[in-house]
């Protein structure tokens, strides 16, 4: 999906993000074993909008984890995940095309904990538009 690899390629290209997390970036799932901190995307819906001038957009649902072992850390990577992301309006070079973000909107933010207490997730929604090809 153009709008998962678009959100991993502006989190592995952003320096603040890629100083905590060195490449630790993962769709819907984080590899097995994989070291805190790390950040999980998800897309968790992606529906064709109409528009004025007839261009083809696509706005989707994303849900981004910051885990980190603990709580300020969590947060830490989230706010550098945001500041990423938020408003963004940029082309991405994804693989052997790219992808036009018309905006990025941040939507919500809760943080969790691990049952067990080793892990926090900073949870944050946004709002994607993207240009179809």
Request: charged residues 20%; negative net charge.
């Amino acid at each position: 999906m153009k709008v998962g690899l678009a959100i991993r390629q502006l989190l592995v290209d952003d320096t603040p993000v890629q100083a905590l997390v060195s490449g630790r970036i993962y769709p819907e799932l984080a590899a097995e074993g994989a070291q805190a901190p790390y950040v999980v995307y998800s897309v968790m819906s992606n529906a064709p909008q109409d528009t004025k001038n007839g261009t083809p957009i696509d706005e989707a649902n994303v849900e981004i984890i910051s885990v980190a072992r603990s709580y300020g850390d969590a947060n830490d990577l989230a706010d550098k995940v945001r500041a990423a992301l938020d408003r963004a309006n940029v082309s991405v070079a994804v693989g052997e095309g790219t992808v036009v973000v018309q905006s990025i909107q941040y939507t919500n933010e809760i943080t969790q904990v691990s049952e067990d207490r080793q892990y926090y997730a900073a949870v944050q929604d946004y709002t994607i538009r993207i240009k179809r090809s």
